[in-house]
């Protein structure tokens, strides 16, 4: 059967309501891209941050309805929501129906993050004799993030570069449980993980269960969370709840422990740094494109 398909390019501020307004309208799913990337296959999906949704500051919402769908009655709504949208920039076709996770599959390959990290999607297998090689397996397209984003990368390779035998990790602002399985995988006793979403939060459980590692994973809201001062702390969230919870996040990491933060855009690092001197030694920023990853240690 097929489907219609309604896309527009709108600012981020301008999402939450039209989204809704379209879900009302009938929409059976709606997706959100990054209005300023060409290629479909390197759309990617940021991990949400604590406390808010992060967003890029112009995004292309495409809603799939029914195919009968009142197309008349839709324009309508829209002209109504946004009377100063050129029609021109709202488009309609008809989709065939496909399985849409699996045509995203089709396109993911496996990704290697430092030396010994990688993430599989589920139709493709490791080879048999992987050596050291750490796997962790996800399906793409996902909400929530699959290592896809720079800023999840950043991460990834920072705990791939670690020892975590045997250690107390936490993830803040776990999302899809990516960061929080490839410590586990990577040798973490156990693992904390923290988000404000419960629908992450039943993601990261789920995605843990299925890489085999959900007994290592403690799953909180940071109002239920009360964890002890970890050996290791990874925060992918954005630079606003970063400076906001600096406090709490050196309570949360042990003398001499490492850290990482990232979902840091190029020109937001220096107020960071500046906000986690007090607590922190040895902070260094990595790049990866325009986003940042601001590393270091506990002070003793």
Excluded at 11 to 27: D, M, N, P, T, V
Excluded at 91 to 115: H, N
């Amino acid at each position: 059967m097929p489907f219609l398909e309604l896309s527009l390019a709108i600012a981020h501020h301008e999402q939450e309501r039209i989204e809704l307004a379209l879900e009302e309208a009938g929409a059976l799913a709606v997706t959100l891209l990054d209005a300023e990337v060409d290629t479909p296959n390197e759309q990617a999906i940021l991990e949400p941050g604590v406390g808010e949704t992060p967003l890029w500051q112009r995004i292309v919402l495409s809603a799939l309805f029914a195919a009968d769908a009142d197309r008349v009655g839709l324009l309508a709504l829209l002209a109504e929501l946004l009377p100063d949208l050129a029609p021109e920039a709202i488009t309609m076709r008809e989709v065939a129906d496909q399985d849409w996770t699996r045509a995203w599959m089709d396109d993911f390959k496996p990704m290697r993050f430092g030396r010994r990290l990688w993430i599989y999607p589920w139709n493709i297998e490791p080879p048999a004799d992987a050596g050291d090689a750490v796997v962790v397996r996800l399906d793409p397209g996902l909400a929530f993030g699959t290592g896809t984003h720079p800023t999840t990368a950043l991460c990834l390779e920072w705990l791939d570069g670690l020892d975590l035998a045997g250690k107390h990790v936490i993830d803040y602002g776990c999302g899809s449980g990516v960061l929080a399985i490839a410590a586990l995988k990577l040798g973490a006793a156990r693992v904390s993980g923290v988000d404000n979403d419960p629908q992450a939060l039943l993601a990261s459980h789920d995605n843990a269960q299925r890489n085999g590692v959900a007994q290592g994973l403690q799953l909180f809201t940071p109002e239920a969370f009360t964890a002890t001062p970890a050996d290791a702390f990874v925060a992918n969230i954005l630079a606003g709840p970063l400076a906001q919870l600096a406090e709490r996040f050196a309570a949360c990491t042990s003398p001499g422990a490492p850290i990482a933060l990232s979902g840091i855009l190029a020109g937001q690092e220096d107020e960071l740094l500046a906000i986690y001197a007090p607590w922190f030694d040895g902070l260094v920023v990595s790049h990866s494109g325009d986003w940042l990853r601001i590393s270091g240690r506990r002070r003793r």
